[in-house]
């Protein structure tokens, strides 16, 4: 069922996310740097969170009773990683290497959600492709989350430009509906036909997360039960906004102004 939300809710939501904003886009790219562990990261964020009156959104998460619960503030996956990588002590960066960082926050009952992805110090071309394709297919996604569209308008946008440039998508994960929830309805793909699933209306809140792959879009999952890697060992990006849709048009939540 999608629970729309309201004015007072949307902004609950915004606040959640502001938090994320200014933890993908000022505060941590500060430190993603050669010879940083991704547990430092990961301290520094929940630091963060912690100090804007917030809590952790991924930290204690569970997605099965015989799983582990996730035990990161931070999804940090490097380069062939897809999604939900566990920070590690061990986990060092490199130069060269590709870092995507997903990021969830609680704030007085509602969550937000967002990712971006990262270089760090000179990076392939190809890589730089990918991560500019991957953030620029998430843009024409939301450029298509308006009312009189149906959800996948927002999946077929995202996998034609994203296909057009030469990139796999991910097809085993996807956007999500976000409110007192991490994860509500509705899906949201990555890839699909247009004009098929529900109406978009105001009051909508959703989380829209292409991941891009340079080879294969298939994927596994390790034996910690969390990190997806890509099958064929290739790198992956990861961008990802939680939107509103507001007077019939989308409003990115997680950005700064």
Not at 70 to 93: A, D, Q, W
Not at 113 to 136: F, N, P
Not at 227 to 246: Q, Y
Request: include cysteine; hydrophobic fraction near 35%; glycine fraction near 8%.
């Amino acid at each position: 069922m999608i629970i729309l939300k309201t004015r007072s809710e949307i902004e609950k939501i915004r606040q959640a996310n502001i938090i994320i904003a200014e933890l993908l886009d000022e505060i941590l790219p500060k430190h993603i740097n050669e010879g940083i562990s991704t547990l430092e990261l990961d301290t520094i964020a929940e630091e963060y969170i912690r100090s804007k009156n917030a809590k952790p959104g991924f930290k204690g998460y569970k997605i099965a009773n015989h799983i582990p619960a996730f035990p990161g503030t931070l999804c940090i996956s490097v380069n062939e990683e897809v999604v939900h990588g566990i920070p590690k002590r061990s986990k060092i960066l490199k130069k060269g290497d590709i870092v995507s960082i997903d990021v969830g926050t609680i704030f007085e009952g509602y969550y937000g959600d967002a990712a971006r992805t990262y270089g760090v110090g000179e990076i392939a071309e190809i890589d730089k492709k990918l991560i500019d394709v991957t953030k620029k297919s998430l843009y024409i996604g939301i450029e298509q989350a308006k009312v009189g569209n149906r959800i996948t308008d927002i999946s077929h946008a995202i996998q034609v430009y994203s296909e057009e440039n030469g990139f796999s998508l991910v097809r085993d994960y996807c956007g999500h509906g976000v409110g007192k929830y991490l994860h509500e309805d509705p899906q949201i793909p990555n890839f699909g036909p247009p004009n098929r699933g529900v109406k978009i209306e105001d009051g909508m809140v959703i989380a829209i997360e292409p991941m891009l792959n340079i080879g294969t879009y298939k994927v596994k999952t390790l034996s910690d039960h969390w990190t997806v890697v890509t099958l064929d060992g290739k790198n992956s990006a990861h961008w990802e906004h939680s939107i509103a849709i507001i007077d019939g048009k989308a409003e990115i939540l997680s950005k700064l102004k």
